[in-house]
């Protein structure tokens, strides 16, 4: 039996399992080079950790590897029921506090190495983490998407560390009560997007939807959203890497200053708070922060006689 320890966590409901400990052995390369070899050769893995049976079509994974850079905590590639992803805002979070509670760091700024560059973090007391994400910026502004049905919507299409189609004018309530809606828009749009051959810069695959809401008064925010990702889940969290998206497409408006905080609600009502400082080539630098919570630690057990041992594949 094949045994891989794990330290599950959420960040504003949406859950991390941080593989602390595993037989994967990915080599010294790039984290770019290594994701494509976890892709390549240890999808199987993947589908153990975070597909049913032992996790869900919500459960994103963060495999802990050795840094890229010396000066780097810790290395980490982040995947999901479908696949890799390049960056995770809410994973690193709740890599973080996993970290703390592992004991390997305590309160300052701190690096991680990920496939899409370098992303720091600092602790900030009672369970918040502030981490400052990949430059981000807008590609492309207001781009009208027709849906099967004929109905019309617009969009930016813009980077956060993921490929992101930010939508505000899909006429729907962004609540739990409108949750089936939400999730027929979201995929309408996503089959409307590889319909039309729309992408992200240099013909990126855009991989999640945000559709973007009035916020609910369960919290103090600006706006609220639903982010549906690759995998066809949404996400509880108000999602990092969406929520520094929509930030550059503000700043890009001229809606938000630089320093200026952006409160984002999430589904749920779970808040990410976000800033930006403008870079020297016009991308934003955008810094988010939120919550997370140790809530489970356990060794996941590999049977080769369970004929469910690697997962069942959702792809």
């Not at 037989?23 to 049913?52: H, N, T, W």
């Not at 506090?97 to 009672?126: C, K, N, W």
């Not at 369970?127 to 919507?153: C, H, T």
Request: hydrophobic share 40%; aromatic share 6%.
């Amino acid at each position: 039996m094949t045994r891989v320890r794990v330290i599950d966590t959420h960040t504003g409901g949406e859950p991390t399992r941080v593989v602390v400990a595993s037989p994967i052995d990915l080599g010294s390369g790039s984290m770019a080079e290594r994701r494509e070899l976890f892709a390549q050769k240890f999808d199987d893995y993947r589908r153990a950790i975070v597909c049913e049976p032992r996790g869900s079509d919500v459960m994103v994974g963060a495999l802990l590897l050795p840094p890229e850079n010396p000066s780097s905590l810790a290395g980490v590639i982040f995947f999901n029921n479908v696949g890799c992803l390049g960056m995770c805002g809410h994973g690193t979070i709740g890599v973080a506090i996993a970290l703390q509670y592992m004991e390997r760091v305590t309160s300052g700024i701190h690096q991680l190495d990920t496939p899409v560059g370098p992303v720091q973090f600092e602790l900030m007391g009672d369970n918040r983490v502030q981490i400052q994400n990949v430059p981000s910026y807008r590609f492309r502004k207001a781009v009208a998407v027709k849906l099967l049905d004929g109905q019309v919507v617009h969009g930016d299409i813009a980077w956060g560390g993921n490929w992101f189609f930010i939508c505000q004018d899909h006429g729907l309530n962004v609540s739990m009560q409108g949750i089936d809606e939400l999730q027929r828009m979201s995929s309408a749009i996503r089959k409307a997007l590889e319909a039309n051959a729309i992408c992200g810069e240099n013909g990126a695959e855009i991989d999640h939807i945000e559709l973007i809401g009035a916020p609910s008064s369960i919290v103090v925010a600006d706006a609220k959203n639903y982010v549906m990702c690759p995998g066809a889940a949404y996400d509880r969290s108000p999602c990092g890497t969406g929520t520094s998206a929509k930030v550059a497409c503000l700043a890009a408006d001229g809606k938000l200053a630089e320093g200026q905080t952006h409160r984002q609600e999430s589904i749920v009502g779970s808040l990410f708070e976000a800033t930006y400082q403008l870079a020297d080539d016009g991308r934003i630098l955008p810094s988010i922060t939120g919550s997370a919570f140790v809530n489970g630690e356990a060794e996941l057990i590999l049977d080769p006689r369970d004929p469910f041992c690697m997962g069942i594949a959702t792809n």
